[in-house]
């Protein structure tokens, strides 16, 4: 049930199935508008015509939510810790970084938020209404049920009314109800109470625009009552979760906590234990339990997901919400909206039956270039009388523009008027008649409209006039009684209609719009103005189909889709027939995939609807709360869902979703700010590119965790077992904090960085439970760790017995640590193969920030002010020999192992067979 919000009163009635005298009666109003005392008390009741944006949060809490996550509270209190123990640089690398966290997730938050106030800007500043017998203008938030609003080319609707006086009235509701094409309406219809938004030819709504005529309309809901209230509402309702990323940290964040907590309890108890003070016991036990959380691994997320996102931004994906980047790496369905994201919103005539025979045209959008082809062969337009005549008819009854721009020194066409008469006009333009004008001077016109369901214009070239007509194919036969066929107007018999008819429904079937064209001959002007009626005794020339093509990148990108283990499914405001052609042109719909209408959505249940979801990959004239239903039932069934969309009616299911997608180019602000990812080009094909970049900054993130915790888990060991056996320490603790900044750092960045596995896009999409040590990782993770620990701690065991001196001793182990991680970052370039497996020059970046961690290292060895502070000694060749033999051990022992285990398994089976 939907919120009623204070000062909205609801106002259910089905105002399409009412007449405009039942309308006027229900509200009661007239038509000639209400007076002011009337408006001042509805106004009281009803409030103003104004979206609600739902209650207000301070900007200080926002900015103070932004530190209750889990991860960053550990931080904090090792932030605490660390300047107990006078580790200041340590404590202020945490706050730092915890702040930097945290105004990004303030600056993130609030631009999310900003969804409902653009949804608030397409509501219309200023409104013509009727009065006390007088037109005024008025703010369109004062606007109020019963109201008379006059409406004309060129406006956006203020409120949500019924139309009650109309001439020749077409509405823009693709943001609303996704037709590629303006709504022709009608006042003196009624509509079924079931009819979907589409389909209510007698009513118009709140933000979409008048591309032609004039009407009068009586208002029936202003605010959160409109159909955009409505949308406003659901946006209200849906609520953001945690991505993937964000859980699998969350739970990493506890998993060191309680291992912090352990070692602290343990190396406490078993230096108490071994004649200790419990108080120096515990400090150093705090200070392994601080080393054991790797601080800067947020920041190296945030770092990773930025350079990602600069990637991106590349190839022309903006990421508007960092965490929901990685989210793309396990999607598993992208549900699209077709027009303009699939296909190119731009109608485009494809087939033409004249003459007898068929024609096909070539060429997509509004580029005036292309063939006219039969039987696949290119012929001269201009050569065939019947092919010509459409043509010429086409190009001249017609009133829309083309409007050439340059982009980027390349010229592209955009049509100023109805999209459909662009698509004729185009057509006329690839055949050559670029200026109807030039040919037809244009005398009089009788425009469209609904009843009639015709368009003629009264033409005169030379000593010849015409009546050139198009309009509804079946109209337009019922009008003529005479057809060109070659070059010559024969009588129009039963059976030539029946084949018109047939190939008619052909067209239709193949979800083409098809319109007819049809002259009629006069021997003067005059003639012609005494002519009762120019739409009779017409001659038949032939007919056209045109449909909304689909854009040629996105076929190949939704093969790439299937291959990644991606489901594509289409949803959209239109016509089923035209949704099913395009899915079938893209490969989206298979043999035995079904198709659901809007219709059938409202009968079935949402348990209903998730058992049938997985088996759905059309979605027709759907609305609003049918998209957020749909994105709802797949998450039950586990799916993790992108959502594409470009109109206010995608806004709501966009922010639902997963990962919502909003177009650049096409898209509305409202579903813009909904987003976490605005496609600059509208190409459906960047999605893919998104989805391998979100696979691979994914699998960069667990890289540079398997390595940082790989890394600290060796200190640990170090540490922990030199205390357990009664050894000095191995390390002092400036060498640990120096280890962390030299090995943590840059190379864990690096890491970020790596370019992606040449399978990637050949994986299924991961599981959204997966945690970040699944696949063996923590077994990675602990035996590489244990493993370096184990040699650092040999390391300083024989310097001490072979030198006795504990610097040096120190030196060789806070060498060997440093130098075992640093060959470590090779091998965790690879999530499976380990450091054989991939060129090791392969990440430039990654090298020289291995090398400038040496050369960090090694200045404080080698230059004596900072051996001082470091308390190192220098070292031989021998010694680095002995380092750099042992501290590639962890490494390469393992890999070798990993290779000789494949190696031997095809001779193990081939035994057994």
Not at 83 to 90: Q, R
Not at 118 to 124: I, P, V
Not at 405 to 433: I, Y
């Amino acid at each position: 049930m939907r919120q009623v919000h204070e000062g909205v009163a609801p106002v259910d009635q089905n105002w399409h199935a009412l007449t405009s005298a039942e309308c006027f009666s229900a509200l009661d109003s007239s038509a000639s508008g209400l007076s002011s005392a009337q408006v001042e008390e509805r106004r009281s009741v009803h409030g103003l015509n104004q979206l609600s944006e739902g209650d207000k949060v301070s900007l200080l809490t926002v900015f103070l939510n932004q530190f209750r996550d889990f991860m960053i509270i550990v931080l904090l209190a090792a932030t605490l810790i660390s300047g107990l123990l006078g580790e200041y640089t340590d404590a202020i690398t945490i706050v730092a970084i915890i702040f930097l966290n945290g105004v990004l997730g303030f600056i993130q938050e609030i631009r999310a938020e900003k969804s409902l106030s653009a949804l608030k800007e397409l509501t219309a500043p200023m409104a013509h209404v009727r009065r006390d017998g007088r037109i005024e203008s008025v703010p369109a938030k004062e606007l109020v049920p019963g109201d008379i609003v006059l409406l004309e080319d060129g406006d956006r609707v203020p409120a949500d009314g019924r139309i009650f006086h109309a001439s020749i009235f077409d509405v823009e509701e693709s943001a609303l109800t996704g037709e590629s094409v303006p709504a022709s309406k009608d006042a003196n219809v009624t509509v079924e109470v079931e009819s979907n938004l589409g389909d209510r030819y007698n009513m118009v709504y709140m933000g979409t625009m008048v591309t032609r005529g004039k009407a009068e309309v009586v208002v029936t809901a202003i605010g959160m009552n409109t159909e955009m209230g409505k949308i406003a509402d659901l946006m209200q309702q849906s609520e953001d979760s945690a991505t993937p990323l964000q859980q699998r940290l969350d739970q990493l964040g506890k998993l060191l906590v309680w291992i912090s907590l352990g070692i602290t309890l343990l190396v406490v108890v078993a230096g108490v234990m071994h004649g200790h003070k419990w108080y120096e016991m515990f400090l150093f036990g705090v200070s392994l339990a601080v080393a054991a959380i790797p601080e800067g691994l947020p920041a190296i997320v945030t770092i990773a997901l930025a350079l990602g996102v600069q990637r991106m931004i590349r190839r022309n994906a903006i990421v508007r919400k960092l965490p929901s980047v990685e989210t793309l790496g396990c999607a598993t369905v992208i549900c699209s909206d077709k027009t303009g994201t699939l296909t190119q919103n731009r109608m485009t005539v494809q087939r033409i039956f004249a003459d007898g025979s068929w024609f096909s045209v070539t060429g997509t959008g509004y580029d005036p270039e292309g063939e006219f082809l039969q039987s696949e062969k290119a012929i001269d337009p201009n050569r065939r009388p019947a092919l010509k005549s459409l043509i010429e008819i086409a190009g001249t009854c017609n009133n829309a523009s083309m409007i050439a721009k340059q982009v980027d020194d390349q010229q592209s066409w955009a049509v100023q008027g109805d999209p459909t008469e662009g698509a004729l006009l185009v057509l006329a333009k690839k055949a050559g008649f670029a200026d109807p004008e030039a040919v037809y001077q244009r005398l009089e016109e009788v425009p469209f409209d609904s009843e009639r369901k015709l368009m003629s214009v009264l033409v005169q070239s030379g000593q010849d006039v015409f009546v050139f007509v198009k309009g509804a194919p079946d109209v337009l036969l019922d009008r003529a009684n005479r057809i060109l066929l070659n070059g010559r107007e024969e009588t129009m018999g039963q059976s030539t209609r029946k084949r018109i008819m047939a190939a008619n429904q052909e067209m239709a079937g193949a979800a083409l719009r098809n319109l007819g064209f049809a002259y009629r001959r006069f021997k003067s002007v005059e003639a012609a103005k005494r002519a009762a009626d120019w739409e009779s005794e017409l001659v038949f020339v032939g007919l056209c189909g045109m449909i909304d093509p689909p854009r040629t990148e996105a076929f190949e990108a939704i093969q790439v889709a299937r291959q990644a283990g991606i489901k594509t499914v289409m949803i959209t405001g239109d016509h089923q027939l035209t949704a099913m052609a395009i899915a079938k042109d893209l490969e989206i719909l298979p043999e035995d995939g079904r198709v659901m209408t809007g219709a059938e959505l409202d009968h079935i249940d949402d348990v209903q609807l998730e058992q049938v979801v997985e088996d759905v990959f059309v979605y027709a004239r759907v609305t609003p709360e049918h998209k957020l239903r749909i994105v709802r039932a797949l998450q039950t069934r586990e799916h993790v869902v992108a959502m594409t969309g470009d109109g206010v009616n995608d806004a709501p299911a966009i922010k639902q979703a997963d990962i919502g997608i909003a177009m650049g180019q096409s898209g509305t602000d409202v579903a813009k700010e909904a987003s976490s990812l605005v496609l600059a080009d509208d190409n459906f094909a960047t999605i893919v590119a998104a989805v391998e970049e979100g696979r691979g900054i994914y699998d960069n993130i667990k890289k540079f965790i398997r390595y940082l915790l790989a890394s600290n888990v060796g200190e640990i060991v170090t540490m922990f077992l030199a205390m357990l056996a009664g050894l000095a320490l191995p390390l002092a603790p400036i060498q640990i904090l120096w280890v962390n900044l030299v090995t943590d750092g840059l190379p864990a960045i690096a890491l970020g960085v790596d370019p992606p596995e040449n399978d990637i896009m050949k994986r299924r999409p991961r599981n959204v439970r997966e945690g970040i040590f699944a696949k063996g990782m923590s077994v990675k993770i602990l035996s590489r760790g244990i493993l370096i620990g184990l040699v650092t701690l040999a390391v300083f065991v024989w310097s001490m017995h072979a030198n006795g001196s504990l610097v040096h001793a120190q030196t060789m182990a806070y060498a060997t640590l440093t130098m075992a991680q640093l060959i470590l970052v090779f091998d965790c370039r690879s999530l499976e193969g380990g450091i054989m497996k991939r060129n090791i020059f392969g990440n430039i970046w990654l090298i020289l920030a291995v090398l400038s961690s040496v050369i960090l290292f090694l200045l404080t060895i080698y230059v004596p002010n900072l051996a001082k502070v470091f308390h190192t000694a220098p070292l031989g060749l021998l010694d680095w020999i002995i380092i750099l033999v042992l501290a590639a051990i962890p490494t390469f022992a393992l890999s070798l192992r990993r290779i000789g285990r494949n190696a031997l398994r095809p001779k193990t089976s081939a035994s057994a067979a």
